[in-house]
Every structure is written in structure tokens, then in C-alpha cells.
């Protein structure tokens, strides 16, 4: 079993819709990136969490530390959310190493 | 501010070459690493920096070797290139260990 999964692997919307993603893990850690990665490959982070919720515009991340659960939310979605919205968390025992999840595929179409 | 800077975007390789990929970064950040990312796999670690001079390996370090002279710099060495290591490479870089990730635009390498 990976140590970071998320769910679902492939998501397809109607722009306007809300969106959630999860995440979950395994290990106890010390931090959880929301990383973004567009079609062309970059990948630009969105959000680092250790406790609660952070906002930024339309996008909500949310953590539960004691369920080893977070979500990614997108509040009324276009088609340039489409992207792979992959989770990684920080262990925080041993050599402390960021672990990936394998990404979800989100499609908004107009 | 350029951010993380990664160069070459593209790399054909034959099999048995040497090559670097370039990493720099600009924001004085303490802290860099090296991903390769594989269809169906999550981002794998391959070394990482805490600081000049500091290095240590990671999820999958074998073929590769790194170096951190300074802060701005963290090359990527495939010391014999092997078809194995056709992927995507990102170097990312962060201020601690701890911090927002700053990824580089990652390098398509083939290897033949």
C-alpha cells in the first residue's frame, strides 16, 4: 500500500462545479503540500498545511491530522483548473522525506 | 527573480553517456532536491541539499551523483546513462526543509 494516496485518480467536471479531492496517508508528518502540475509539466505548489484550513481564491485545503486526511477543494471551477493536483507529506520521523501521491487528473470542461 | 531555473528542457541520450542537468535557484534557498517522475508513479526522490556542501541521497539515488558547491547550484549527474532512467526530472528548491516547494519546469530526458 503507498504511503500517500489519493482518490480519485481521474476527475471529469462541468466548469462551475465544485470539486473535492482527497488525500490520504499512512505516516505521521510534520507537513502536507497541494502541489499543481498543468499540462507541460510545471508544477507550482498551492498549498503547505500542517493543521486546519488554508484559502486562497477559489481553492480550500483542509487537514485532519488525527483521521491522516486532507481535501482539496475547487469552488466554481473553470477549465483552467484543469491540471494534476498531487498531495505529498513530510514524515516527520527518520530522514523526514516527502512522499507523492500519484496525482489526480482534473478535467473542467466549459 | 528567475526562481528555479532547470536546464536542458529536452535530452536524448544514448545509452552509456554521461550528461548534467543544471539547477539553479535564486532565492537563496537552503534547502534543494532532485525528483524524477515516472507515468504511474508518484515524484521519487533522488538527492537532496540542506546547504553547501551537504548532501545526502534519497528514494532512488543509484546512477546518479550530485554536488553542492555553492548555494545557487545543485547539477544532476548520470555518470552512464541507462534506458531505466528515461523520465522527467524536477529540481525543486525550498528556504528549509519544511517550506512551499519551488519546482524548476523539469527536464525531458530519453534515454536510447
Known amino acids: 500500500k503507498n504511503e500517500v494516496e489519493q482518490s480519485p485518480q481521474n476527475l471529469t467536471a462541468q466548469e462551475g462545479e465544485f470539486i473535492t479531492i482527497n488525500c490520504s496517508y499512512s505516516v505521521g508528518i510534520s507537513a502536507l503540500h497541494w502541489l499543481q502540475q498543468h499540462p507541460g509539466g510545471g508544477i507550482v505548489s498551492l498549498f503547505m498545511?500542517?493543521?486546519g484550513k488554508k484559502k486562497h481564491g477559489r481553492l480550500i485545503a483542509t487537514i485532519n491530522i488525527q483521521e491522516k486526511h486532507s481535501s482539496l477543494h475547487i469552488t466554481a471551477s473553470h477549465p483552467r483548473d484543469s491540471a494534476v493536483y498531487i498531495c505529498a507529506v513530510r514524515s516527520n520521523q527518520g530522514a523526514q522525506k516527502l512522499v507523492f501521491g500519484q496525482g489526480t487528473r482534473l478535467t473542467i470542461n466549459p | 527573480n528567475a526562481g528555479v531555473t532547470q536546464t536542458p528542457k529536452f535530452q536524448v541520450l544514448k545509452t552509456g553517456q554521461s550528461m548534467t542537468l543544471q539547477c539553479a535557484q535564486d532565492?537563496?534557498?537552503?534547502?534543494m532536491s532532485w525528483y524524477r517522475q515516472d507515468p504511474g508513479m508518484g515524484l521519487r526522490l533522488i538527492h537532496y541539499s540542506v546547504g553547501a556542501g551537504i548532501t545526502d541521497q534519497g528514494e532512488v539515488p543509484n546512477g546518479y551523483n550530485v554536488s553542492r558547491s555553492t548555494t545557487e547550484d545543485f547539477p544532476l549527474r548520470l555518470l552512464s546513462a541507462a534506458p531505466s532512467q528515461t523520465s522527467v526530472y524536477f529540481c525543486?528548491?525550498?528556504?528549509?526543509?519544511?517550506?512551499?516547494?519551488?519546482f524548476g519546469n523539469g527536464t525531458r530526458l530519453t534515454v536510447t
Open positions: 532565492m537563496n534557498h537552503e534547502y
Open positions: 498545511l500542517s493543521s
Open positions: 525543486a528548491s525550498s528556504s528549509r526543509y519544511n517550506s512551499p516547494l519551488h
